[in-house]
């Protein structure tokens, strides 16, 4: 799996570290079933997902990229400053 | 047909003519009591101990491929009762119960191979969470013991005991556990509940899932509507589509973990290892395999297959641990569907739609799961009632905090466990 950093170019995935889905963070005093959607629930799709990949080995930056998870298809990626992948 | 000595012995007189198909290839009817979503290890089960300690024999198994075709044959085969967090461990406890009598249960060939588990430490943290884990499995009725470098040597010298980083000092051994060939599995549950009247529907997806006034009324197919009053989702892999038909989003995140098999070998592994430098775990099959793994991909999958880096990591693992196996070949390798929960731990519990059941994320340790995950679900099924083993598999814990099984003491993460 290669994933196109928008700074270095396409990469080994070896040269990132994986957060997970892109969540919108509750507000501090949200619900408390707002909060446990946002930390436990999860859409959790089998196909196209937005997620935080951050280029640790390479240019340090945080980067959006949204991919398939039924067959690990790069879509698109983004600086994550940008707040979109596409 | 039931298998015996003698029934081997007169087929293999008379031609091996006299076998049958093990399950009818039944059509749909239009209404069961209850339909069980899924026909991997876990629902067959299900299906297999509603009919058989609950009587429920109205009863289908959906299985949107092959019987095991999923999960179920996706796997590692490892049987095991070495848990220690409660809720976990008393469950896991009842299971390997279970599997010590599931041959003669089914009257089936599980394959059933008690040759111990050993779950190699490196260091003195280590050690002391493995006499930990090992105080709490006595405790609960339950088979440990405490190797030392000396004793562990002895019983399996080829590891290699003086990896500069790694230095092994001793193991966990328990030795009730082992492995069981995993289709065989599926197929004796699945015969065991064909033959109580349960209907097993191959190639047959469940495409929405029916519900009425917050109740559910049955489960659509390209066969049609199949109605019933129960409807138990047991589809680990796919556990968030599925309950996504139903409006109901899950506490799981799909990872993929891969496993690998190498060209048939002497005997030269007789136990199942763990090792915890590298997570690396390794047993050899009966025709001769070697069968291990690691570490999830740890990025979110479905494609059952992974990527390179972990494979680079497994065989690096294999050579610090094993070096004498380096020179034995890859055959395969393969990719399973991890449901993963934010405490590592799985769910068997109502959903809020009534009639609705839910049977999920079983992270990686779903197939030594497989008797007890059964028979709970279908005591919850026919109950309304969670079995005393698996009380602790509620699906509301994530939200309410109480009753986290927080296996690897990492918190609300998904891929950390």
């Known amino acids: 799996m290669r994933i196109t950093c928008p700074l270095c170019g396409e990469r080994d995935r070896r040269e990132f570290y994986y957060r ?52 690990h298809e790069m879509l698109a990626a983004a600086p994550a400053a940008t707040g979109e992948a596409g | 047909m039931r298998f015996s000595g003698w029934r081997v012995l007169r087929e293999g007189l008379t031609g091996n003519r006299g076998w049958q198909a093990h399950w009818r290839d039944p059509d749909p009817k239009p209404e069961y009591d209850a339909v069980i979503i899924g026909g991997g290890g876990h629902g067959l089960a299900t299906a297999y101990y509603l009919a058989k300690d609950h009587g429920m024999r109205n009863i289908a198994v959906l299985e949107r491929g092959y019987i095991g075709g999923g999960n179920v044959g996706r796997n590692t085969t490892i049987v095991r009762a070495n848990y220690y967090l409660p809720g976990n461990s008393e469950f896991y406890s009842h299971s390997l119960k279970l599997w010590e009598g599931l041959e003669q249960d089914l009257n089936y060939n599980a394959m059933m191979s008690q040759r111990g588990i050993l779950n190699v430490f490196h260091n003195d943290a280590q050690r002391d969470s493995a006499v930990r884990r090992a ?13 030392s470098r000396d004793q562990l040597r002895e019983m ?20 009730r556990a082992g492995t069981a060939r ?22 047959c997806e469940v495409t929405g899932i029916r519900t009425e006034g917050g109740k559910v009324i049955g489960v659509e ?16 892999g796919r ?39 590298g997570h690396l775990y390794i047993s050899q099959s009966d025709k001769g395999g070697l069968v291990f793994g690691s570490y999830l991909d740890l990025y979110a999958s479905y494609a059952a297959r992974g990527n390179l880096p972990m ?90 905090g109480r009753g986290l099984m927080d296996e690897e003491a990492t918190g609300a993460q998904h891929n950390l466990h």
């Open chain 1, 20 to 71: 997970g889905a892109v969540l919108e963070a509750p507000e501090e005093g949200a619900p408390l079933e707002v909060w446990h959607a946002h930390v436990h629930l999860r859409l959790n799709p089998a196909g196209p997902l937005e997620e935080w990949w951050y280029h640790q080995h390479g240019c340090g930056s945080w980067i959006r990229v949204q991919r398939d998870t039924s067959n």
């Open chain 2, 135 to 147: 105080n709490a499995i006595i405790n609960q009725g339950d088979d440990a013991e405490i190797l």
């Open chain 2, 156 to 175: 399996v010298p080829l590891l290699n005991y003086d990896n500069n980083r790694f230095p092994i000092q001793g193991a966990l051994l328990q030795r």
């Open chain 2, 182 to 203: 995993h289709d065989a599995v599926a197929w004796g549950f699945a015969r065991g509940a064909d033959q109580r009247g349960v209907d097993i529907l191959q190639n």
């Open chain 2, 221 to 236: 197919t390209p066969r049609g509507l199949i109605r019933a009053g129960k409807v138990a989702m047991a589809a680990a």
């Open chain 2, 239 to 277: 556990s968030s589509q599925v309950a996504a038909m139903a409006g109901l989003t899950l506490p799981i995140e799909s990872h993929v973990l891969q496993a690998f098999v190498s060209e048939g070998l002497k005997p030269i592994i007789d136990h199942v290892i763990t090792f915890a430098e």
């Open chain 2, 311 to 400: 494979v680079e990591h497994t065989m690096e693992a294999c050579m610090a641990m094993l070096p004498a196996i380096g020179k034995a070949r890859l055959l395969r390798s393969w990719g399973g569907i991890m449901d993963m929960t934010p405490d590592g731990s799985p769910i068997i519990d109502r959903t809020p739609i009534e009639g609705l059941y839910l049977n999920a994320g079983w992270c990686y340790g779903g197939f030594k799961a497989t008797p007890a995950s059964g028979q709970c679900y279908a005591h919850l099924i026919a109950t309304d009632r969670p079995h005393q083993a698996a009380a602790a598999f509620r699906l509301d814990r994530f939200e309410t």
